[in-house]
Every structure is written in C-alpha cells, then in structure tokens.
C-alpha cells in the first residue's frame, strides 16, 4: 500500500493550491493528489467561456504544466476515484480497490452537476458542463447543431448562452424562477442580463418548468414544457447547479449535508481530515456567520492556502473576502462579498451605459457589490465591504464621488 503524509482528494483548483502553496511554504513530507479525472489540475472557468468558444487550446488552461509537479515531487494519481474513506486506519479506497494511507487527508472533491430528475434527462445530446471531457463532447455535437436549449439561467447556462449565440446557433435559455441570476444577485443584474441576451437574440424564458426532453432514436430533440408547449433543439445543456462530492466522507461519519462541515480552520469533524473549496461547508463572516458553500475559484484558493500555512506550523483561519467574475459578451461581471440578506440596493452609474455597479446594503453597511464593466468601483468598492462602512447611499449612487473617499 502507498502512503503519503498528505494526500488531497480530488485535482481541481483547491487540491491543485494546496499542493503548491504547501510546497511555497517548504514543506517536505511526501504529497499526492488523486483525482478521478484524466487530466492533471486544469482550470474550470473557461470551460464555459474561451475554451467552450474554441479560442483556447487546453494546454493554455493547465492551472501548471506537467513538468512542475514532478519538480516539487507531487505525486499526481489521476484517473482514480476515490469511493471511502477509514479515518481510524487514516486510508482511503479507490474505486479500483486500492488503498492509499495518508497522515493528514485534504477533501477537495469539489461537486458534480445536478442533473434533471424527468424522462429524457440522460439522452445523448443533454450536456452538463463541469469537466474538460463534458465539453469537448459537447463541442463535438457543435457542427450537427443548429437550436440549443439551456436548461437554467446561472453563471454558467448564461455564460454558455452567449458563446453559443456567438458561433451562431439559436439558443433558448430556462428560468424556472422569475428571473435570472435569482440565487446570487439582485433583480436589477437579472434585468439587465435578461435583456442584453434578448438583445443579442437569446429567447430567455422565466418561470419556465421543464417536462421532459422529447427524444427520437435515442437522442434529444426538444424540450417539452409544463402547458405542453415544446421547444424542438439538437442539444440541450443542463446549468442547475452542483451536488457536492462528500458522500465517502459523511459515510465515514463526517458532519455535514449539503457539503461537509468544516470549522474556521478547514478541519472537518473526523480527525487529521481537511475540506476545502466547493464542497466545504462552513460559517461565513461576510454574512454574518451564515454556514454556506461558495463555488468559487477564489474561495478554493484562499482555503487551500489557509490550510497549507496551518499544515505549515501556522495555524491560519480562513477568512477571505469573496469575490467572483464572469464573462458574457464583452460584459465583465466583477462580484465582490455576499448580498445575502441585502436590504437595499443602490444603482451606480447607468445601466444603458452598459458600464455600472449595484450595491447591496443591509441596515446601511455594503456588504457586497455587482460591478458590470465597472473595475474602478470593484477595486474601491471591496474596502467599504471588508470594512463595512455604511456611507450615504446618495453618495453612493452618484458615480462623481469616487468609493475610495468614501
Ligand atoms: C463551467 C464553469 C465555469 C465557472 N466559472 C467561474 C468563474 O468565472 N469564476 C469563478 O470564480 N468560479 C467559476 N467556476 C467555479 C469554479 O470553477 C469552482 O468553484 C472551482 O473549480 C472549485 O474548485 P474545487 O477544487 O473545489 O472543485 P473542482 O475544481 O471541481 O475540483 C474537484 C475535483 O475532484 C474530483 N473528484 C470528485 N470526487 C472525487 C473522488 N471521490 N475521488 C477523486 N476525485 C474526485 C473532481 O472530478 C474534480 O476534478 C466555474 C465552474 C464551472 C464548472
């Protein structure tokens, strides 16, 4: 049986940090990082944007090259999937049978896609987009199609909308709420990116409830929805969210549910366990304690580097401000805190100008801001929420008063 002083479950963009930012903070031992997909550490954002589009070659989106984890001696066992975890005999399984030992085990699984639960849900043609092989199998159904449903008015349905409404094809996107982007923003962002889809020919539909996907020799070929209306496509992509990947750990006895419960230090309730990234599930001080998970690039990052400095000698919590982007278009969404619980909203800057930021106060203080093409107030406006001023919303809103005097 292998045995590694640090093993990391799962090579994604928590596992990856954690590796090097452990390596950075000299530490010696021996490290592994398994992971069940093919490919070493790449990044996940461009999946729905330019690698989706094409424009880059998945060689640029590696999060390092090949070489550099056989510099630092980690140990990269992709491939492998791992199905428990003995927290008394500290070694895991794998789906292959074998048994790898660990002194301190990091969790950074990350989640799979939620899929739909209807008839039709798992016909050739209904994509979800989470791993490099998702898309290049959808990009390889691209030629054959000409009308793509989305299923799901997130990030990442919308981010795939506009690349697709770019390489031509007509797309249809599904909210079954009464707007987009319900569950992160505000309704004026949902306004405005419902009506810049429309505007580029994206029929966007709200409140819309999928039925089930019509097929036709085995494939998808339209999407019926509640009132029997159907929408006839060649592909449909399927944005509902994720399911986070801790189903071995809460086997093993860890706290949890939706995500595995971690304290400020990342530590899960089994002992020497860590989680990190999308699946960590944890009290957040930019709402107010509240426990969440926050699928996020950076959270992975700030989480692994928090637990490599504890592994490190210097016990670290992790309390990181979050923040988040998106691309749609020549739009960039820049995301900074959480408007959880927000109690007003303030416009900066007009939204025809295609150029403003929204921000989201709760009894006064900004607690987070939505900056559409708006890097200025992005980069000023992150002090009002890691400070949590409470400035004159007046000022706020007049885009003559630069954030930072405020
Ligand atoms: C299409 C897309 C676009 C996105 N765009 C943005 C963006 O613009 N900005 C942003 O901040 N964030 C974005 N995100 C979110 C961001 O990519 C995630 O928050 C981030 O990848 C989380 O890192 P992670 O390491 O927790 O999980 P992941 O990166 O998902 O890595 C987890 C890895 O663990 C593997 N794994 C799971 N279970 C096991 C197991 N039992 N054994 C072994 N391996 C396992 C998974 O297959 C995966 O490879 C996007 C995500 C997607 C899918």
Redesign the pocket.
């Given at each position: 049986m292998s045995r590694y002083d640090i093993l990391i479950?799962?090579?994604?963009?928590?596992?990856?940090q954690a590796a090097i930012a452990l390596r950075q903070n000299k530490y010696e031992g021996s490290i592994a990082i398994?992971?069940?997909?093919p490919e070493i550490?790449y990044?996940?954002?461009?999946?729905?944007?330019d690698f989706l589009a094409g424009e880059k070659p998945f060689e640029r989106i590696l999060i390092r090259p090949a070489a550099f984890w056989a510099e630092r001696e980690i140990a990269m066992l992709t491939g492998?999937?791992?199905?428990s975890v003995d927290p008394a005999a500290h070694e895991v399984t794998?789906a292959d049978g074998e048994a790898i030992g660990y002194g301190t085990l990091i969790w950074?699984?990350?989640?799979?896609p939620r899929s739909l639960i209807c008839s039709g849900h798992d016909l050739a043609g209904v994509h979800a987009?989470?791993?490099r092989a998702d898309v290049e199998r959808l990009m390889r159904e691209l030629a054959a199609t000409q009308r793509v449903v989305v299923i799901g008015g997130g990030?990442?349905g919308l981010?795939a909308a506009a690349v697709l409404t770019k390489l031509g094809k007509k797309v249809t996107v599904l909210e079954a709420l009464d707007r987009v982007l319900a569950r992160v923003a505000g309704a004026p962002l949902s306004r405005f990116y419902e009506a810049e889809h429309r505007a580029h020919g994206v029929d966007v539909r709200l409140g819309a409830m999928v039925e089930c996907i019509e097929e036709q020799g085995g494939r998808a070929v339209g999407v019926r929805l509640a009132g029997d209306e159907l929408l006839p496509c060649e592909m449909v992509i399927v944005g509902i969210g994720i399911i986070p990947?801790v189903a071995?750990l809460l086997a093993a006895g860890a706290d949890g549910g939706n995500g595995v419960r971690v304290d400020a230090l990342c530590r899960t309730t089994l002992p020497d366990i860590f989680a990190?990234?999308?699946?960590a599930l944890h009290a957040n001080a930019f709402a107010d304690g509240a426990e969440l998970r926050?699928?996020?690039?950076?959270?992975?990052n700030d989480m692994a580097n928090a637990v490599a400095k504890t592994l490190t000698g210097l016990p670290t919590e992790y309390h990181a401000v979050p923040?988040?982007?998106?691309?749609q278009y020549d739009l960039r969404l820049q995301t900074v805190g959480l408007s959880i619980g927000y109690d007003a909203i303030v416009t900066r800057g007009d939204p025809a100008s295609r150029s403003f930021s929204l921000l989201y106060l709760k009894q006064g203080r900004v607690i987070a801001l939505d900056c559409v093409n708006a890097v200025r107030d992005y980069v000023q406006g992150r002090t009002l929420v890691v400070e949590g001023k409470s400035p004159d919303p007046a000022r706020l809103a007049d885009p003559a008063v630069v954030l930072k005097e405020l």
């Open positions: 479950v799962g090579a994604g963009h928590a596992g990856a398994v992971g069940d997909e550490p990044e996940r954002p461009p999946l729905s944007k492998k999937r791992v199905v794998t950074a699984a990350g989640g799979s987009i989470r791993t990030y990442i981010e990947a071995p990190i990234g999308d699946c926050l699928e996020s690039v950076q959270n992975a923040w988040f982007w998106s691309n």
